[in-house]
């Protein structure tokens, strides 16, 4: 995971965690709310950066855990507020709009491993294949 409960404690208080989270008023923090919030989040970094990068990440580059503990805030509050605090909303919009540039590669990341390009196809003249057995000229008369 590239969040953990810890971070979203210091960005948002233990009370603001426990009613976002406690389903059943046990007054605690329900931390299988809280993997789902991080998963999700991570579900959609992972899905802007698999292009570019090699998924999951490890080590988590910072800038990446930050999208994931935004997102995942973002979430938990989805989950049970009806109108997003403005904060929540625009910290998430603008990790998507990071996750964005991220995927088209105007920002790039330290310290990860990214794929190899995938060869352009659709400019490519060279086959790999052995040439065609049956032809016009070999079929002819049948």
Do not use: H, W
């Not at 994931?68 to 605090?85: F, G, K, Q, W």
């Not at 052995?130 to 000229?137: I, K, S």
Request: proline share 6%; with cysteine.
């Amino acid at each position: 995971m590239y969040t953990t409960l810890d971070n979203i404690v210091n960005q948002i208080s233990e009370s603001t965690v426990i009613q976002l989270t406690d389903d059943f008023q046990s007054e605690a923090v329900d931390g299988d709310r809280i993997t789902e919030a991080i998963t999700n989040a991570d579900a959609i970094i992972d899905g802007y950066c698999s292009g570019r990068y090699v998924v999951p990440f490890n080590p988590v580059p910072a800038i990446i855990a930050k999208c994931s503990l935004d997102i995942a805030i973002y979430n938990l509050y989805a989950r049970r507020v009806e109108t997003m605090p403005e904060l929540r909303k625009d910290s998430y919009n603008n990790a998507i709009k990071l996750l964005q540039s991220i995927a088209k590669g105007d920002i790039l990341l330290n310290g990860t491993t990214t794929p190899s390009p995938a060869p352009d196809t659709a400019r490519s003249g060279m086959t790999s294949t052995q040439p065609r057995q049956f032809t016009r000229d070999t079929l002819r008369g049948y």
